[in-house]
């Protein structure tokens, strides 16, 4: 029997290759569209999961509430390892990351450097910790002598041959050499630590060892024993406040206490998170790599359900669109014996043969788009051929799908009365217009839904690019590793400024786009252990040249004067730290603070001007408290230049860096760029909410198209009628038309205040953001009506210009 509803189901499927080819594209449209959401969104659940014993692991998290700053630290102090250590028996083992960001490397005895982009400080027990096996040393002794390294088998050949590494030693910025002890496998791409190559003894770096809790700067890991949970170690964290944190503060604010300490309004408390759950849920302050945020997961995972849905939708719609033309067949069948549930089981093989045939075509569509897709993603999934789990979840989806899709039609067609559909009462013996109505209001709702949210985004992200940033991002251009040459800095400086399309130059490592950062916590000079008017700030080191360069706006004072001597102890600060001071600028001007804490002699630095709050956090911040102090910061070169022949400047700055920095690499970018990858994630979410969008749309048209077609047939001898009696070609296309436009109506209706709230749920995370306009909401109504129309109109015309005598003939 089995055997038989297959050849009945392959001869109805050729009889109607057009319907047949519309399900077929339908289907593999949905299922590639939802496939390679789910091998993206599987590559974003799997981070940090390959580390052995990942399940164990967890990170120490800070949030600090004090000088009027209220942050949340991805780092802790140095010395709360050794505590973890002491103070917990469910603690197996604990280990540090000090991320020291790029590096210049070159073999001993050589004078070209490499750069590696990434290199951290680690205790000795991080080989331990993750797992990690060596390619080559010893990894019992491996970091635990200072000035010792491991590095990545990339970073490791661009030196020398992996066999010949141990024992090397390699020069670090050209000031430090260091012994390499061991060679690791490259670090996994979905895990927080893929981008590091170089990974250093912490007990060569001094601060590392320094029992100062009021500093963090350590990414603190700690792996727990197979009988405990992190959740037993909660309260007791909580307890570090009073036991370590404040002993350690009294030294420089002698007689404070935890009461006291609390009762002004501020808080210290650390806190754990796991290992696999830090690329989605945490975004802190001084994260070791950029992380994702769960949300995109959702979002994604809504559009690979919504895709599933319309696509099965579409089928469904198509499959009644044609269910006239097999109403004989089913009367016949009916009259000759079949009973419904071979009837049923019919409608189901030929479901599951077009869903089957999606699946295959939708197959090769991802693996073609892949390429596509990693690029728009910024991913390197890769099509998972060799997993028998994933060949096997797909045959089961492709089953789950074939059932889904074809179970409306297949009941639907076999309730047909024989004896009405035999006599040719069509119109009376199909029913089922509320549920095809429904499956179609379903879909352009979703439709609309994802209009909305594509035209917020892109607002969103235009916002992002036009706002005012207090800062000029335009033709600057970012000259790296200027350390390198720190002796001849200055004259590289000086050299550039005298180019005729260099408009001014400033050296320092602080920029309002991702670079270094430094905050420390200040107090006025009449309240130096008040910690109620402590004031915590960014602390900024820059040179005369800085505030000019980069386009800040004083709104009182005057700015840093290689004339005036005495601003070495001179600092200017923003907005943002005015604010919390309960001052006016003028009034702010010529007061002194200090950040030197508890000693005798603390150094005092007075205000001599405040600039305009700029945006140097991502829009989902607020702007932080800053200062900016003269400093001998050379980590890089900021250049502001008045040209658009962009290579000519390149070429020209390049020419006198090789000059005086031989043998270092020229490294260099525009501080927009910067800016611009600050958004990558809106801008991957903008562009793929436009891509599967326009699928959804796609899908959704097939979906009406198919229903038009249903319809037209349905009431072909109506139109016959309408014409004889005097209609015309455009009053049937109205007629036929307004039925549709009555479904897009009722989806709109109930899509906008949907896509209203969700984008502004989602809206919230930015600081800074737009409101979504009444006339987004308008734009996706039209676009949704144009389309819908576009989509009906062919199918209307078609029925409307038929000879009359032809469908008045028509059974």
Same mark, same amino acid.
């Given at each position: ?44 659940? !799997? ?366 067609? !076999? ?258 760029? !910067? ?52 209609? !015309? ?83």
């Amino acid at each position: 029997m089995f055997k038989n509803h297959i050849k009945i189901a392959w001869r109805s499927l050729k009889k109607q290759p057009f319907f047949t080819f519309l399900n077929l594209f339908g289907l593999a449209i949905g299922i590639a569209g939802a496939l390679l959401i789910a091998l993206y969104i599987q590559d974003e659940l !799997s981070y940090d999961a390959t580390f052995a014993d990942a399940d164990r692991i967890h990170r120490i998290n800070a949030d600090i509430k004090f000088g009027g700053e209220d942050r949340k630290f991805a780092v802790a102090p140095a010395p709360l390892a050794e505590a973890l250590d002491n103070d917990f028996a469910e603690v197996e083992l604990t280990t540090r990351f000090r991320t020291r960001g790029s590096l210049l490397i070159k073999r001993t005895g050589t004078e070209v450097n490499v750069k590696e982009q990434q290199a951290t400080f680690v205790d000795s027990t991080f080989l331990k910790m993750f797992g990690l096996k060596l390619l080559a040393g010893d990894p019992n002794t491996a970091l635990k002598l200072p000035n010792t390294l491991l590095l990545t088998k990339t970073a490791a050949e661009k030196h020398f041959k992996i066999k010949e590494a141990v024992g090397q030693t390699l020069e670090l910025n050209n000031t430090q050499t260091f012994t390499v002890v061991g060679v690791v496998e490259d670090m996994p791409k979905n895990s927080f630590l893929r981008d590091h190559s170089v990974f250093m003894a912490m007990s060569g770096y001094e601060d590392s060892r320094v029992v100062n809790w009021g500093s963090n700067n350590y990414q603190t890991f700690f792996k727990l024993i197979p009988s405990a949970k992190a959740s037993d170690l909660e309260a007791p964290l909580r307890g570090f406040l009073g036991k370590y944190v404040i002993p350690g503060v009294q030294q420089f604010m002698p007689g404070i206490t935890e009461e006291q300490f609390l009762a002004a309004g501020n808080h210290l408390f650390y806190h754990s998170i796991p290992l696999t759950d830090i690329h989605l849920n945490s975004d802190r302050v001084a994260e070791i790599s950029p992380n994702n945020d769960i949300q995109s997961i959702y979002i994604l995972s809504f559009i690979a359900i919504f895709l599933l849905v319309l696509a099965c939708v579409n089928f469904m719609n198509l499959s009644t669109a044609q269910s006239l033309k097999r109403a004989k067949e089913v009367g016949v069948r009916k009259t000759l014996g079949s009973n419904k549930l071979d009837l049923v089981r019919q409608f189901l093989v030929e479901s599951g043969l077009v869903s089957f045939g999606a699946l295959l075509l939708a197959i090769l569509l991802a693996i073609f788009a892949l390429p596509f897709f990693n690029d728009l993603a910024d991913k390197a999934i890769a099509f998972p051929y060799d997993s028998p789990v994933f060949w096997l979840g797909l045959v089961a989806a492709g089953v789950l799908l074939g059932i889904f899709s074809g179970s409306y039609p297949a009941f639907f067609m !076999s309730k047909f009365v024989p004896v009405k559909v035999l006599k040719g009462s069509n119109s009376n013996s199909l029913g089922g217009s509320k549920v095809r109505n429904g499956l179609v209001i379903f879909q352009f709702a979703i439709s609309v839904f994802l209009i909305i949210g594509t035209l917020v985004v892109y607002q969103q992200l235009e916002y992002i690019q036009n706002k005012d940033l207090g800062f000029s991002k335009e033709q600057v251009l970012i000259v790296n590793d200027v350390y390198t040459i720190s002796s001849q800095a200055e004259s590289f400086k000086e050299e550039v400024k005298k180019l005729g399309f260099v408009k001014n130059a400033t050296i320092t490592g602080f920029f309002p786009t991702p670079s270094s950062r430094s905050d420390s916590t200040f107090a006025p000079e009449d309240g130096v252990t008040d910690q109620e008017r402590a004031v915590s700030m960014q602390t900024w080191y820059v040179d005369q040249d800085y505030v000019n360069t980069m386009g800040f706006e004083l709104i009182a004072g005057r700015d840093f004067d290689r004339r005036f001597k005495n601003d070495s102890t001179s600092i200017i600060i923003n907005e943002s730290a005015l604010a919390t001071m309960d001052l006016s600028p003028q009034e702010v001007l010529g007061k002194r603070f200090t950040s030197d804490w508890g000693l005798e002699n603390p150094k005092f630095y007075s205000v001599i001007g405040v600039v305009k709050d700029f945006h140097f956090s991502p829009f989902r911040e607020d702007i932080e408290a800053l200062s900016l102090f003269l400093g001998d910061d050379r980590g890089s070169m900021a250049i502001k230049l008045e040209t658009t022949d962009f290579q000519r400047a390149l070429a020209s700055v390049k020419d006198i860096w090789n000059r005086l920095a031989p043998g270092q690499p020229f490294d260099y970018y525009f501080m927009e760029d !910067s800016f611009n990858n600050t958004y990558k994630a809106e801008q991957r979410l903008g562009r793929i909410f436009f891509i599967f969008t326009t699928l959804s749309i796609l899908i959704a048209c097939l979906g009406l198209f198919g229903l038009a077609a249903f319809n037209a047939e349905k009431r072909t001898k109506e139109i016959g009628v309408r014409k004889v009696l005097g209609a !015309s070609v455009g009053q049937i296309t109205y007629k036929l038309s307004a039925d549709f436009l009555k479904l897009v109506g009722v989806a709109i209706f109930i899509s906008l205040p949907i896509g209203w709230y969700a984008m502004n749920k989602w809206l919230e995370d930015f600081s800074y953001r737009i409101e979504v306009k009444w006339w987004v909401l308008l734009l996706a109504a039209v676009v949704a009506v144009v389309i819908s129309l576009l989509t009906v109109s062919y199918q209307s015309i078609k029925a409307a210009i038929v000879n009359p005598v032809k469908s008045l003939r028509t059974e």
